[in-house]
């Protein structure tokens, strides 16, 4: 089947649509909501406005991963991308943007690429996420980075975490005044960095909003090199996921946009970043920088810069949750958020919960990381072996 742009998708199963509008005209018994699944073609001008009116309206939102256009850049490069819409009354009453996987599972939007997600609605809502499953016929929908507010997902979650962030809506000198404060030694070294880059390397150069392709093909090539190091999944081998990074570049609407910047040194690029900009925030999401010159720490002076930009007019930076030392020394504050599962069969919820447990034991446990390393250094030595 074809939509009406040319591509093709995976059409929703006619029970789905059955069972979703049967449910628009009668209440099941015990529920107080409705729940719909529906495509993207169903988000017309006033559906987006009603978005865009009750995120502007909740800074809980104020990530660009809630932004319609967010969800409109991945229908772009995915053809699973569907909108669960949320009825109280006959009246709309949440928005929940999601990827339908093979098998009716459902991901957050955005999938792997995903640092915020969840449900999008002026109040908050009492949700029967197990009926919301039954109503759209889905099997699953399991989370890592929603929100912690969103108290109906709590019954469901297996961890806590949070995402930190730079509060510039004071202005740069009351966010430096905190960061020097809350990391004090690490804040004096970055910018003891700044000032020996320009006596030892030369003059810097920053172009925050840069349409030279030639920067994201070194950004990209230097994260897969990095991702290589660091043994974590390589995106830049994942068609969609490098497909989805070049569409939010080239995109542009009046309060969301990719946003790739370039950091020069004498005329040297040394440090990089993609990310998602709405009016006020910047999401951190891609950053990157010449390894040959780490020693002055290029990828955050590029940071530094954009956050003391007055003509980017950023109220905040979102870091995105990870466990890198400068998240924690430079963030002024931060978002907590749920990690699990919903799931219409208990056992493989049970299954999935205990396999996230074991990685996590596995990471924190010293003992347990000697027999990985070996385990790892031996996978290595045998893939060598084979392709001599």
Not at 283 to 306: E, K, N
Request: hydrophobic share 35%.
């Amino acid at each position: 089947m074809n939509d009406k742009r040319g591509r093709h998708f995976r059409p929703i199963p006619l029970s789905a649509y059955v069972y979703s509008i049967i449910n628009q005209h009668l209440c099941l018994q015990g529920t107080s909501m409705n729940f719909e699944l529906v495509s993207i073609d169903e988000l017309t001008d006033s559906l987006r406005q009603t978005w865009i009116d009750w995120i502007r309206a909740d800074l809980q939102y104020m990530s660009p991963y809630f932004h319609p256009d967010f969800t409109v850049n991945m229908a772009a490069v995915r053809e699973d991308v569907r909108i669960v819409l949320m009825y109280e009354n006959d009246e709309l009453a949440g928005i929940l943007p999601i990827h339908v996987l093979e098998g009716r599972r459902a991901a957050p939007i955005g999938d792997l690429m995903s640092d915020y997600h969840g449900v999008i609605s002026p109040k908050p809502l009492e949700l029967d996420v197990q009926e919301l499953l039954r109503q759209t016929a889905l099997r699953s929908f399991y989370f890592n980075h929603l929100l912690a507010t969103q108290e109906s997902f709590l019954p469901y979650s297996w961890e806590h975490t949070s995402s930190p962030y730079l509060d510039l809506s004071d202005g740069f000198a009351a966010y430096e005044e905190k960061a020097k404060q809350g990391g004090k030694s690490y804040y004096k070294n970055l910018l003891r960095n700044e000032r020996k880059m320009g006596r030892e390397v030369g003059e810097t150069r920053v172009v925050e909003f840069s349409d030279d392709e030639a920067v994201l093909e070194r950004l990209l090539e230097l994260k897969s090199e990095q991702y290589v190091r660091t043994r974590q999944l390589d995106i830049t081998r994942v068609k969609w996921m490098t497909d989805a990074m070049r569409q939010i570049w080239k995109f542009r609407s009046d309060d969301f946009s990719g946003m790739l910047s370039a950091l020069y040194v004498d005329e040297k690029l040394l440090g990089m970043h993609f990310g998602m900009k709405t009016k006020e925030v910047l999401h951190w999401w891609f950053p990157t920088y010449d390894p040959d010159y780490h020693r002055y720490s290029p990828g955050l002076l590029l940071l530094l810069h954009l956050a003391r930009s007055q003509d980017l007019g950023l109220k905040y930076i979102d870091l995105g949750k990870g466990p890198e030392p400068y998240k924690k020394s430079m963030k002024t504050g931060e978002t907590e958020l749920l990690e699990g599962g919903v799931d219409q069969q208990p056992l493989r919820r049970w299954l999935y919960r205990n396999i996230h447990n074991t990685r996590k034991w596995v990471h924190n446990t010293p003992a347990a990381q000697s027999p990985l390393k070996v385990y790892r250094e031996v996978r290595s030595v045998i893939r060598k072996y084979k392709t001599c």
